[in-house]
C-alpha cells in the first residue's frame, strides 16, 4: 500500500531554517508529483508547491517562491521541503500530499510534521 | 490566484439531515474542482474528485456537482461520524487553491 512517512516535529528559532522529509513506498517513486500543503493552527490548507520525482522541476507558491526549495533523492523514495528565514506565522503542520488518478487531487497524504516558530 | 470561496463557514445539523456546502471559484475551473474532509488532529480525506466522482471507499451519501464557477458538496444523510470540517479545492492549475473550510457540527 502506499505510505508517505514524514520526520518527526521540529522547533526552531526565527530566521532558522527547516528541512522536512517526506520518505514513500508501495508505489513507482518515479511516477508521481509531490505536493507540499501545511495548515496554520485552526486554519485552512495552504497549497506551498511541487515537485517532480527527479527533482528536476519544480513550481512554488508566489507567497513561498523565495524562500522554499523541494528537492528528491530518488535512491531512497524521498521527497524533502526546505523552508528558510522562518517567522512565527510558519508555525504550522507541514504534509507532504500525492495524487492518484487525477493528479492534482490529493489522495495520499504523509501524517504531518509539526514545526513551531519560536524564540 | 484562483480564489475560492465556502459557504457557510459554519453549519450546525442533526443526525439525519440534509447539507449542502457550496464553493465558489473567483474564474471559471471547469470540473477541476476535488472536496476533503477533515477531522480534528487528522489528515484530510478526499471524498470527491473532477467535482462529481465519488473517491474510491467513500459512502454514497457524499455527492458533488457543479461546473465552471459554482460547486456544492451534499451529504444526503449525515451520521454522527460526518462532524468534521469540508474543504474544497482547485486543481485547474497547478498554483492549487483551497477554499476556507465548512465547520460541520452536531446541532
Known amino acids: 500500500q502506499v505510505q508517505l512517512v514524514q520526520s518527526g516535529a521540529d522547533v526552531k528559532n526565527p530566521g532558522a531554517s527547516v528541512k522536512v522529509s517526506c520518505t514513500t513506498s508501495?508505489?513507482?517513486?518515479?511516477?508521481?508529483?509531490m505536493h507540499w500543503v501545511r495548515q496554520a493552527p485552526g486554519q485552512s490548507l495552504e497549497w506551498m508547491g511541487i515537485?517532480?520525482?527527479?527533482?528536476?522541476?519544480?513550481t512554488y507558491a508566489e507567497k513561498f517562491w523565495n524562500r522554499v526549495t523541494m528537492t528528491t533523492d530518488t535512491s531512497t523514495s524521498t521527497v524533502y521541503m526546505e523552508l528558510r528565514n522562518l517567522r512565527s506565522e510558519d508555525t504550522a503542520v507541514y504534509y507532504c500530499a500525492r495524487g492518484g488518478d487525477e493528479p492534482n487531487s490529493f489522495e495520499y497524504w504523509g501524517q504531518g510534521t509539526l514545526v513551531t516558530v519560536s524564540s | 490566484d484562483i480564489q475560492m470561496t465556502q459557504s457557510p463557514s459554519s453549519l450546525s445539523a442533526s443526525v439525519g439531515d440534509r447539507v449542502t456546502i457550496t464553493c465558489r471559484a473567483s474564474q471559471s475551473i471547469s470540473s477541476y474542482l476535488n472536496w476533503y474532509q477533515q477531522k480534528p488532529g487528522k489528515v484530510p480525506n478526499l471524498l470527491i474528485y473532477?467535482?462529481?466522482s465519488l473517491q474510491s471507499g467513500v459512502p454514497s451519501r457524499f455527492s458533488g456537482s457543479g461546473s465552471g464557477t459554482d460547486f456544492t458538496l451534499t451529504i444526503s444523510s449525515l451520521q454522527p461520524e460526518d462532524f468534521a470540517t469540508y474543504f474544497c479545492q482547485q486543481s485547474y492549475i497547478t498554483l492549487i487553491t483551497f477554499g476556507q473550510g465548512t465547520r460541520l457540527e452536531i446541532k
Open positions: 515537485i517532480n520525482p527527479s527533482g528536476t522541476s519544480t
Open positions: 473532477a467535482a462529481s
Open positions: 508501495g508505489y513507482m517513486f518515479t511516477t508521481y508529483f
